[in-house]
């Protein structure tokens, strides 16, 4: 995977811009993505399709996840939202290919979702009732120390 590009700012501070102000020029006429993340594609919106519930659902979780992180995403960020939607729907069906942890990480990653962000997904109960689905691993709790003895 490809270095991400320094940002005008780390361009400035590390005098890239004064050793060569031609490149300065070049990287001022370069295409930014421009508009909103817009609405989510046809596919997920298919009444026809029975995994498009899934995938719009994702889709929406991952707005969201972006939101709370303070994340605004882009027309240039369309590709990846849906790839991150297809996974997370694939997983939550419980039918994950090997390679979708992997790529899973990869779009969260690339799309700044930290930590926060990626609980924010993650989290599969009735949102409007405030409650969510548990499983064995959310209950188990580590058992109490047992009280500190001395011998004498």
Known sequence: ???????DIEHALSGADAK?????????????PKGDL????PKFLDKHSPSAGQHLEAWKDIEM??????????????????????IMARC????PQSSDFA???????KLCLGTAGRKLIHDTGDKAA????????????????P??????
């Open 1 to 7: 995977m490809a270095r991400p590009p320094k940002s």
């Open 20 to 32: 060569d102000p031609a490149r300065k020029r070049a990287r001022a006429s370069a295409i930014k």
């Open 38 to 41: 817009g609405p989510p594609p």
């Open 65 to 86: 996840a972006a939101a709370a992180n303070g994340v605004k995403l882009t027309a240039g960020d369309r590709i990846d939202v849906e790839m991150l939607a297809r």
């Open 92 to 95: 939550r069906r419980l039918e």
């Open 103 to 109: 790529n899973y990480d990869k779009f969260s990653t």
């Open 130 to 145: 405030g409650t969510t689905e548990s499983d064995e691993w959310s209950n188990l709790t580590t058992p109490p120390a």
């Open 147 to 152: 009280p500190a003895t001395r011998v004498q």
